[in-house]
């Protein structure tokens, strides 16, 4: 499948906005489907949202209505975009592809330090 490599990192004022990047190599990208996770200071890596091969989107509640996940499939990247960013959203964002088959994610990001702070 290729790597994922992330763009976008950077300190954020609270209820400001930001757009991560995630590109991937490889062939078949439209085949995959794509996870964002997240990993706050002291805290366990968690997921964030998902979108599938055919676009469905899945969010957690807690950035539910807030953030957004896009796909461009011809240039096999990915878009998380972060609004109404709150200080608990400071984390380590992951991208992730699961391809056809697995359960779980096969291939990682190399993570993005988002910080929201005044």
């Known amino acids: 499948q290729g790597q994922l490599v992330e763009s976008g990192e950077g300190l954020v004022q609270p209820g400001g906005s930001l757009r991560i990047s995630c590109a991937a190599s490889g062939r078949d990208f439209r085949l995959y489907h794509m996870g964002w996770y997240r990993q706050a200071p002291g805290k366990q890596r968690e997921p964030v949202a998902t979108?599938?091969?055919?676009?469905?989107?899945n969010y957690a509640d807690s950035v539910k209505g807030r953030f957004a996940f896009s796909r461009d499939n011809a240039n096999n990247t990915v878009y998380p975009q972060m609004n109404s960013l709150k200080p608990e959203d400071t984390a380590v964002y992951y991208c992730?592809?699961?391809?056809?088959?697995?359960?779980?994610?096969?291939?990682w990001g190399q993570g993005t330090q988002v910080i929201v702070s005044s």
């Open positions: 992730a592809l699961t391809p056809p088959g697995p359960t779980s994610p096969t291939t």
């Open positions: 979108i599938r091969h055919s676009f469905t989107t």
